[in-house]
């Protein structure tokens, strides 16, 4: 079994036992669950949500880019204005 595979399992182990938690409510189970839960996130983020990260990280690069150029735009003030001839 993978990395991923195993982490993948622990989520699903893991959201089983919420499940059951709020079945049986039981208060100890709760608190199992979201150490269980942070656990996870912690450790098992960058192996589960590896593709989403690099993509969300790339929308973010392309978004700061045109967020600057933007600003330089409108700094500068040469969005509707033409450039005069000599």
Not at 12 to 38: E, G, H, K, Q, R
Not at 42 to 51: A, H, I, P, Q, S
């Amino acid at each position: 079994m993978t990395l991923k595979g195993k982490w993948l399992l622990l989520f699903f182990i893991d959201n089983l036992l919420f499940f059951t938690a709020l079945a049986i409510d039981s208060l100890p189970m709760y608190f199992f669950v979201i150490a269980l839960s942070f656990y996870i996130y912690k450790n098992g983020r960058t192996v589960l949500f590896k593709e989403y990260d690099e993509r969300k990280k790339r929308k973010l690069a392309e978004y700061q880019l045109i967020q600057e150029a933007a600003k330089k735009t409108i700094r500068t003030g040469r969005l509707f204005k033409k450039e005069k001839e000599l």
